[in-house]
Nanobody, 123 residues
Framework: QVQLVESGGGLVQAGGSLRLSCAAS????????MGWFRQAPGKEREFVAA????????VYADSVKGRFTISRDNAKNTVYLQMNRLKPEDTGVFYC????????????????WGQGTQVTVSS
């Protein structure tokens, strides 16, 4: 079992930055690939970024490449999402998730989810 708690969301102006954190409980955090997803009002939850269990492989949605960076610290059981040059279309609830097996961009392959943190980008 893995429990995930996100933090770091808030209100920011377009062009600004935020750093999201996701703290995981359990001693097996380092065995999980981790992902970030976001959900805008009235829209499906969509993939943002993922990182392999070792941190050696990352993958990003095209819409965030070059602006967002995912990282992890297995000693702290935490995964991060650094978000720069934020745009109004980045607004939504951001969720972190944990997956066993191969790194994946599909929300259906993630086993555990956090409760989400709201990010609002004003124009």
């Amino acid at each position: 079992q893995v429990q995930l708690v996100e933090s770091g969301g808030g209100l920011v102006q377009a062009g600004g930055s935020l750093r999201l954190s996701c703290a995981a409980s359990g001693r097996t955090f380092s065995r999980y690939d981790m992902g970030w997803f976001r959900q805008a009002p009235g829209k499906e939850r969509e993939f943002v970024a993922a990182i392999s269990w070792s941190g050696g492989y990352t993958v990003y949605a095209d819409s965030v490449k070059g602006r967002f960076t995912i990282s992890r610290d297995n000693a702290k059981n935490t995964v991060y999402l650094q978000m720069n040059r934020l745009k109004p279309e980045d607004t939504g609830v951001f969720y972190c998730a944990a997956a066993r097996g191969a790194i994946t961009t599909s929300k259906y392959n993630y086993d555990y989810w956090g409760q989400g943190t709201q990010v609002t980008v004003s124009s």
